[in-house]
């Protein structure tokens, strides 16, 4: 039998037993399915927004209704009016929620509750309506009304090229890519750990070594549970790319957009993931029992961590010398060249010196987890120091 | 031929393993025997390379065992452990295409050995739902799924019931016959003596006695004589010969050439000898012997 279908058979028992796991298949179905419907809910409460209706009492200066429609219009608001006998039967119909604001002459406003768009639609517009009022009576046209009004023209540059509405989401889109991430790679590399501290407490683990290498328990554990989190990432990257683009949130491709992260994010996962999953295979192997896991989950944890910060840091900018090189660290380089690579044009080079630092170094590190992994998944007692495990692996 | 060829291993200052040597023959049952850190489940260990030793080797038919020579090997470690969440039928199988046999294969060899050990209606149910002398047999089971040529079983018949133990031994004897090479610790001596045909005494990680049980029997230069008289044990001093009293017996030591017509005339002026037994030592009288406790 080769060794490599026996890696597919400790790869395929470890995937599957975290993929029957019901907390898992929950947590699965429940995040994706929140996500599926976030988006046709936003669009369906788009779609059905009722017109603010604006209650006019007594008299408002000639063009108000027109140029009030024209200011909301701009903060889009769509707005329609109904005109009431009197104070009273305007302020009944605004507590009985029939109506959003009640214009009581040219300058009373009483509103259900604060709202700085309305306010600022029906006070402009009044205004905006006085004004032509005065300058006809003035004899004032609309040019020098103008001239008035704006009597310098100011021109204003600036030489870095004004952020567009694109580029904001292209941060946002590398903020959820860099979370989904982070958290996969701990999540999943937790599951490593756990499955390799369960094997040695339930002492399984000698009658599987007796038929199978050290390395190929760990590189088996590491592929199964990887591949679980591949389906969970690109179920939740295709769910959330589904829900932007029904939602509609912003005139530019956000498909594209959302394409292109959950790629880097599929490349990044798998890169970063096989790092960090072969030290939290090793360090599983130390411990026995549930209670010390967390203590030995640190070191990882505390490893990546910068990663995050540097993460959101190269967010802000990519192209700074110290996010250059952040992004080109083994430790770091999943998150920070994954978000380099959303928010602007890194060099191919620059990708592909990460890729290869990386896998250089994650190559070392599955040989000395694996040396650890050989040292310590056979010894009894709650925890083995690494120095420990280190000197009783022969290799 | 499975060979332990002077197998030293030191775990700090304790010398596990000082020059053990003995071998396994195909189709014949060894009894691994010694007292509790003599070093049985570390040289058990050494046959897959779980335990590397600092010098010597195990070899099957001269060959230094490799992987390919461990996937038909059988091993039952003594720390029991298996996935308690996985169900029985699915586990068996999942060692045996470890093992490599095919998925039909090990399918059907699943179902085959645990209908042998009298579980097939439990196939279906989640390991850790198994009583304890149930989930042996699926320890069993897993190990010999793959009809291992040698099989290595560290305390198989520990916490079984007497019907698990006649099962166990049953499925030992069958492989057996079939040409496997089992060998076996226990320090159940008296099972031992009834399903092996080879034993290997060690002591202090050395072999310190070794053969087939019946010959070391026959050739020990002592033997033990047990009287009754009148249907009760008879307890006469006997000049010149020592008595040995153990779990309420009372045995006379004697040399395998001794004179025992005198005992007899001796033991029938006390009335009627109902039972005369000189016999050669039995296998828990060699193991004292050997390891001197």
Redesign the interface.
């Known amino acids: 039998m080769s060794p490599v279908r026996q890696v597919y058979e400790l790869a395929k028992r470890d995937f599957l037993q975290r993929a029957r796991s019901k907390a898992f298949l929950m947590a699965m179905v429940l995040t994706v399915g929140i996500v599926l419907i976030i988006g046709p809910l936003i669009a369906l409460a788009d779609g059905d927004e009722q017109p603010r209706v604006i209650a006019l009492v007594a008299e408002q200066p000639v063009g108000s209704e027109q140029a009030i429609r024209e200011q909301s219009a701009m903060l889009d608001l769509d707005v329609r009016f109904q005109r009431y006998p009197d104070l009273v039967a305007a302020e009944a119909a605004l507590s009985r929620g029939e109506v959003a604001v009640v214009v009581n002459g040219a300058t009373d406003l009483v509103l259900r509750e604060p709202s700085l768009r309305l306010s600022a639609a029906i006070t402009g517009g009044i205004a905006t309506a006085q004004r032509q009022l005065i300058a006809a009576e003035m004899g004032l046209s609309e040019a020098d009304v103008g001239a008035l009004l704006f009597p310098l023209q100011f021109s204003e540059r600036t030489i870095e090229p004004a952020e567009t509405e694109e580029d904001e989401v292209t941060e946002v889109a590398a903020l959820v890519g860099l979370m989904l991430l982070y958290i996969s790679i701990l999540m999943f590399g937790q599951f490593v750990m756990m499955g390799v501290m369960e094997e040695k407490q339930t002492r399984v683990v000698e009658v599987v070594l007796s038929r199978v290498k050290p390395t190929q328990i760990l590189v088996g554990k590491v592929i199964g549970v990887g591949l679980l989190g591949l389906i969970q990432i690109v179920a939740m990257g295709g769910a959330l790319i589904f829900t932007v683009s029904i939602a509609d949130l912003a005139e530019i491709d956000l498909t594209g957009l959302g394409i292109k992260v959950l790629g880097l994010l599929i490349l990044w996962y798998l890169l970063g993931y096989a790092f960090y999953s072969f030290m939290y295979g090793a360090l599983g192997a130390t411990i026995s029992r549930q209670e010390d896991m967390q203590g030995v989950a640190m070191l990882p944890v505390l490893l990546i961590l910068p990663g995050f910060f540097l993460g959101q840091m190269a967010l802000l900018e990519p192209d700074l010398w110290f996010n250059q090189v952040a992004s080109l660290i083994p430790l770091w380089s999943p998150m920070v060249m994954a978000v380099r690579s959303t928010t602007s044009n890194v060099p191919v080079w620059e990708v592909a010196v990460a890729i290869v630092l990386l896998a250089a170094t994650t190559a070392l590190l599955i040989k000395l987890g694996g040396r650890i992994y050989r040292g310590a998944i056979l010894q009894s007692g709650r925890k083995t120091k690494l120095r420990a495990a280190w000197r009783s692996a022969t290799d | 031929m499975l060979v332990f060829n002077d197998l030293h291993k030191r775990f700090g200052d304790v010398a596990a393993l000082a020059g053990l040597s003995f071998a396994v023959h195909p189709g014949r049952i060894l009894g691994f025997l010694g007292p509790n850190g003599a070093g049985k489940t570390t040289a058990m ?1 050494c046959v ?1 390379g ?1 335990v ?1 030793p600092d010098s010597g080797a195990v070899t099957w038919n001269g060959r230094i065992i490799d ?1 390919k020579a ?2 038909v ?1 059988g ?1 039952m ?1 003594e ?8 169900k029985t039928g699915e586990q068996v199988a ?2 045996a ?4 046999l095919s998925p039909d294969a090990a399918t059907a060899a699943s179902s085959h050995w645990l209908t042998d050990l009298g579980l097939a209606d439990r196939a279906a149910d989640k390991l850790e739902e198994l009583s304890h002398g149930n989930q042996q047999r699926v ?1 069993l089971a ?2 010999l799924v793959h009809d291992p040529v040698v099989a290595i079983l560290d305390e198989p018949f520990a916490g079984l019931d007497p019907i698990g133990v006649e099962t166990m031994a049953g499925v030992l004897r069958r492989l057996a016959s079939r040409g496997t090479a089992i060998v076996f610790s226990s320090h159940q001596l008296d099972l031992v003596a009834d399903v092996c045909q080879d034993v290997v005494i060690i002591d202090h990680g050395r072999s310190v006695l070794q053969g087939d049980v019946g010959e070391l029997r026959h050739n020990s230069p002592t033997r033990f004589l047990e009287v009754e008289v009148n249907g009760v044990p008879w307890a006469q001093p006997v000049a010149g010969i020592d008595a040995v009293e153990a779990n309420g017996r009372h045995r006379y030591l004697l040399s395998r050439n001794a004179e025992i017509g005198p005992i007899l005339d001796q033991a029938a002026a006390d009335g009627e000898v109902t039972r005369f037994a000189f016999e050669p030592p039995n296998l828990t009288d060699l193991f004292r012997e050997a390891v001197r406790r």
């Open positions: 260990r897959f779980l590397n992987e461990k996937l090997f091993y470690p720390e029991r452990g298996l996935y308690p969440k996985m999942y060692f295409r470890l093992s490599g320890q897993c190990a």
